[in-house]
Every structure is written in C-alpha cells, then in structure tokens.
C-alpha cells in the first residue's frame, strides 16, 4: 500500500485569496490513483463553490443593509 499526497491550490477571484487543500490517501495500486485524484478534486471544487457563493451571500446582505440605512 503506498500514500499519495494530494495538493489544490486555487487563487480565489473573490476574495484574492489563495486557498489550499490537502489530503493523503493510501491506495493499493497504480490503477486506484486517477480515481482519488478525481475524488480530492471534485471535493475541492465543492468547497471552492460554496467559498464563492458564501462571498456573494454576504456580499448582497450587506447590500442590503447599506440600503436601509
């Protein structure tokens, strides 16, 4: 069994931020390495699109907010 260690690294458009993730999977074999590749980076880009959409959510309620004031 070896450990393959995952790294994503994306500069956010939003904040301007740099955000990293990082994982270390075990895998039996050679075979099993594009399929937790493709895990780790589907689970990032989740992440990555709630990030944005969380941004933009405060974004609009502090739009808000400065329109009732």
Do not use: P
């Not at 994982?23 to 099993?32: G, P």
């Not at 390495?33 to 941004?55: K, Q």
């Not at 739009?63 to 004031?69: D, K, P, T």
């Amino acid at each position: 069994m070896a450990e393959l260690e995952l790294v994503w690294v994306k500069e956010c458009e939003v904040c301007g931020r740099e955000h990293r993730q990082m994982d270390h999977v075990c895998i039996d074999s050679i075979e099993e390495v594009d399929g937790a590749t493709g895990r780790f980076h589907e689970r990032c880009e989740r992440w990555y699109s709630n990030h944005i959409e969380h941004l933009q959510t405060q974004h609009l309620v502090g739009m808000g907010s400065a329109a009732r004031a």
